[in-house]
């Protein structure tokens, strides 16, 4: 019981939308700073210094923003489903927000990972796109950010078109892990994991720390856009109650 107290407590120690802008200013300029930082330092080393791949040549750089891309968009998703559980079941005031701020990110990062595999797939496999379990579950991933937005929009009332939203994220969540294991489980063109190729001479270990760098710098992009669209969402909820409360005097 103390426990469960102690999660509740964790859970709703942000709620207070007050709060969570007061951390939100501290930590928006750090989140700034190493994005900027380290997707800096990844391109440089990423397209200029490491080695060409022995096999592909230079048309491997995509790679330093193709898995990232990839990462971010199934990392973004999982946080989504958490925040929508949050808001659906603990009535979360500010997990509904996080959610509708993040979907958005999460479907950039998914088209980006869609067009650069294409970009890479062309002169690797000599086509643009192959109907394969990888390439099809990221598809999928990217229509269920783009009918969470959708549902989220639908709605007159925030509330219902919230908690469709949030049921849509619990249900899409099992394709995750079929995008992150399909390599595994059927036979695809999509190589494996990039990051167990440094134990193989087709990736040299000079490329993980361009790799390494520009996920952090995705990752510090993701929570920097995201406190910028939490506020703008919180700002607009107090508008609109606002206008609400004038309209009902």
Known sequence: MARRAKARASIHFFA???RFLRAARIAYPWCAGVAGVC?????????????????????YRIMFVHVPSAWMAMFIYVGMA????AGF????????????????????FTFIALLSGSLWG????????VWDARLTSMLVLFFLYLGYIALQNAFEDPTKGARAGAIL????????????FSVDWWNTLHQPATI???????MHASMIAPLLLMVVGFTA?????????VRGEIAARRIRNLRLAQAGH
């Open 16 to 18: 207070n939308p007050g």
């Open 39 to 59: 997707i800096a330092a990844g391109l440089v080393l990423g397209l200029y210094l490491v080695p060409a791949d022995y096999r592909q040549g230079d048309a």
């Open 82 to 85: 958490v925040a929508s559980a």
């Open 89 to 108: 079941i603990w009535r979360h005031p500010l997990a509904d927000v996080v959610a509708k701020a993040s979907a958005p990110v999460g479907a950039a």
């Open 122 to 129: 062309q002169p690797m496999w000599g086509t643009w796109w």
């Open 169 to 180: 994220a619990l249900v899409g969540v099992i394709n995750i892990p079929i995008v992150k």
């Open 196 to 202: 167990s190729k440094v134990d193989t001479p087709s």
């Open 221 to 229: 992009y993701y929570f920097m856009v995201l406190i910028l669209r």
